[in-house]
Structures are given as structure tokens and as C-alpha cells.
């Protein structure tokens, strides 16, 4: 074998393990998250020794990003196909039907792991900088979607938060599609892309909700100050994510020291799980107060309960006593514990389901599937959380009819 023909071969080994490694590292990256994995535990699923991974990749950050990176490209081959038709409408199923295609052939395994992008924000610069730098762009490319005279009313916010929720959809189904068998992916996609395209309600209901009370939950008296306790802790948990704030880093924020913080709480877990139950508080009143909406004795629809509640539920993230906590730190939780906040947040999903299927009942709701439109409403709200990063100035009273609103009535409408 000629030099060439040994140079070649020693390249392709280097590039198969290089992926091999790469796929690994994803699959323990989406489970425990940037400051969880290991480079130890990722030479332990490929059979290798550390120095070996450190041969490929230096150092973990080095990994990580590579991970974050590699899957950017995925999802860039996907929005570069899916740019190419020739409508906003065709370009947007057509982003669903290739993401959908992905997830089942990496279900079957056929194809690698595909990366979760909640903790990019935990990298360390100068590596951060590039990849929310490649993320960006990825997000300008799917914006270009709704580049059409048709849509010329639409301003360069409005534009940002159909980009948004389009994207946000795509990424949070990877938590629900694997209650469903892949031979089922046709029906979700045609599912997933009506609602989008053209909403909720059913012909004649416009966008109208109505005002709800404030669903903070009350403090017992003397412990008011829990409340700003936990909102802190929920605002630095997501803009960090659940490792990336530490214990240190949550007590500066609440100005209060180590000592203090474990007096009142056993660890972070503990306080990670009471920001979910007061997430999970607050959502429920928000949904029980919307089913009791009614003038003259005589109870609202459905639509306008499950838009009053939507549209409260996403201002309330820009309040003082917002955001709610994002459903991603739940990943990073320990089994059991992210056991029971699953069931939680399974239990706004449920409710918000019923709202759907009342609403179809009443003929005020489209004949849609009440479990993937609940599915894409919590979707929506978790990704509302952060609308004060990306959509800095926003108003609290424009949160809903920026954000809820495109969602709830079509994002092309």
C-alpha cells in the first residue's frame, strides 16, 4: 500500500472515531449537561481512555462545543432544503417533515443523537461566543422562512417571534415525540403543521382574551420573602441553566451567603424543585381561574378560557414575578426527583388538553389533537421565559400578542 493509500486510511479511521465520540458525547451531554459530562464518561462509552479522547479533544468545553456545533449543521442542511419552496406555508411543513424524518431514524437507529441546545449557554468563552454566534445564524436562515410579499405586514419583531416559536416547537417535541411510535410521525407532522399554519379557533372567534388575577402564589405571613427567594433562583437557573448556577452563584444573586442558603434549603435540588412547584402552582391557578371566566352567569367558551389563560400565563413571564422556570432544568434533576416534577408539568399539559377538547365539544376550537396542540402550548410558554433576552424592551401588555398569539391563531395569520 502506497503512502497516499495509508494516509487516506489513517484519515477515515481518525474521522470514524472522531465521530464516534462525538455521537457519544451528545447523548451524555443532552442528559447531564455541560458542567455533568465527563470526558471520562465519554472514553468509557466508546472503550477508549481519557487520553485518548484528549487526542480528538482537549478539553471538555472542546467537546461540548464540538457537539453544539455538530448539530447546528444538521439542522442547517434541514432549513437549507426546506428554504428552497416555494411558500412560507410549504417551507415550514416541509422544516417538520425533514426534523421528523431525523427523529425517527435516530430512534431507529440509523442516525446519531441529535443535540439539545439548552446548555450552550453554559459553555465558557471564547467557545460560547461561537457557537450562539453559528446559533444565530442558524435563526436568521429559518427567519428568511417568512420572507414573502404575502406576509409584508409583519415587522422584524413579529418576524423574530414566528422564528422563534417555530424553532422552539421543533427543538421541545424531542420531549413528546417518543410517546409516539414512528409510524405514527405522518399524522403528528400533518398535526403539528395545522396548527401552526392555521390555529385554534373555529371560524368567527378572534383573539380576545380576557384578564385573569394574578396567579402568584401568597406567602405565609413572615415568609414573604420567599417569594423573591424563589424568583431569583429561577430567573439565574434559566438564563445558566440547572449546573451552571451554582450555589455560590444563586447566593450572590440573592444576597445572601452559603451558611444562610443551607439553612433554608437541603441543596439545590431542593430549591430546584420548589421553583418547579411554584411554576406549577401559578400555571394551575392561571387554568382554573380561565374555566371560571363568565358574565351574566353564563361561562365564556373554551377558546376564550385557553386564550385568557395562554395569553396571562405568557405575560406573567415579563412581571415582577416572572419568568417561570424552564421545563429544560428538569433534565439535570435526579430520577426520582425529576419523576415527580414530570407528573407535574404532565398535569398542566393535561389541563390545558381538557381546555382543547371542551372547546371542540363547544364548536369553539377547530377539530384539532388536543395533545400535541397541549404539547405545543407548553412549548410556547417555556420558551416565552427568555422573550426579555431576545426581545429586550418588550412590554408586559405586548407579550401575548407577540408571542401567544401567533401560536394560538396561526403563525402565518
Not at 101 to 113: C, H, K, Y
Not at 224 to 234: I, M, N, P, S, Y
Amino acid at each position: 500500500m502506497d503512502d497516499g493509500r495509508i494516509a487516506g486510511v489513517a484519515t477515515a479511521r481518525y474521522a470514524r472515531k472522531k465521530e464516534t465520540i462525538l455521537a457519544a458525547a451528545t447523548a451524555i451531554l443532552n442528559r447531564q449537561g455541560v458542567r455533568g459530562m465527563t470526558l471520562a464518561d465519554v472514553a468509557a462509552k466508546v472503550g477508549l481512555n481519557t487520553t485518548s479522547v484528549t487526542y480528538y479533544y482537549r478539553k471538555k468545553d472542546d467537546l461540548a462545543a464540538a457537539c453544539f456545533m455538530r448539530g447546528l449543521e444538521r439542522f442547517e442542511a434541514m432549513v437549507e432544503e426546506a428554504a428552497a419552496a416555494p411558500t412560507p406555508a410549504a417551507r415550514i411543513l416541509k422544516f417538520l417533515d425533514l426534523y421528523l424524518d431525523l427523529n425517527r431514524r435516530v430512534r431507529l437507529g440509523e442516525a446519531t443523537p441529535l443535540t439539545s441546545f439548552t446548555e450552550i449557554k453554559a459553555l465558557k468563552e471564547p467557545l460560547r461566543g461561537s457557537v450562539v454566534g453559528a446559533f444565530n445564524d442558524l435563526f436568521r436562515r429559518v427567519r428568511s422562512f417568512f420572507d414573502d410579499p404575502s406576509l409584508a405586514h409583519l415587522d422584524k419583531r413579529q418576524r423574530n417571534a414566528r422564528t422563534h416559536l417555530l424553532m422552539e416547537q421543533v427543538f421541545w417535541s424531542g420531549t413528546w415525540l417518543r410517546r409516539y411510535d414512528v409510524e405514527d410521525y405522518g399524522r403528528v407532522r400533518d398535526r403539528l403543521g395545522d396548527i401552526l399554519l392555521n390555529g385554534l379557533p373555529a371560524g368567527g372567534r378572534t383573539w380576545a382574551p380576557l384578564p385573569l388575577p394574578d396567579p402568584t402564589p401568597l406567602s405565609p405571613e413572615g415568609l414573604e420573602w420567599r417569594e423573591t427567594f424563589l424568583v431569583a433562583a429561577t430567573r439565574l437557573i434559566n438564563q445558566r441553566g440547572y449546573r451552571g448556577a451554582s450555589v455560590e452563584d444563586i447566593s450572590a444573586a440573592l444576597n445572601v451567603t452559603k451558611g444562610s442558603f443551607y439553612h433554608h434549603h437541603e441543596d439545590k435540588d431542593a430549591l430546584v424543585a420548589e421553583c418547579f412547584e411554584r411554576t406549577f402552582t401559578v400555571t394551575r391557578r392561571s387554568q382554573l381561574d380561565a374555566r371560571g371566566l363568565g358574565t351574566g352567569g353564563r361561562a365564556a367558551d373554551s377558546w376564550t378560557q385557553l386564550a385568557s389563560t395562554t395569553a396571562g400565563l405568557t405575560s406573567y413571564q415579563l412581571s415582577e414575578h416572572g419568568p417561570l422556570l424552564r421545563a429544560s432544568s428538569m433534565g439535570a434533576l435526579p430520577e426520582t426527583l425529576r419523576h415527580d416534577m414530570a407528573d407535574g408539568y404532565a398535569r398542566g399539559w393535561q389541563r390545558f388538553a381538557s381546555m382543547i377538547s371542551d372547546g371542540i365539544a363547544d364548536g369553539s376550537i377547530r377539530p384539532v389533537d388536543p395533545s400535541i396542540g397541549a404539547h405545543m402550548i407548553n412549548s410556547m410558554l417555556n420558551a416565552a421565559a427568555s422573550l426579555g433576552a431576545w426581545a429586550p424592551g418588550l412590554e408586559r401588555d405586548e407579550a401575548a400578542d407577540l408571542f401567544a398569539r401567533p401560536l394560538l391563531t396561526g403563525v402565518l395569520a
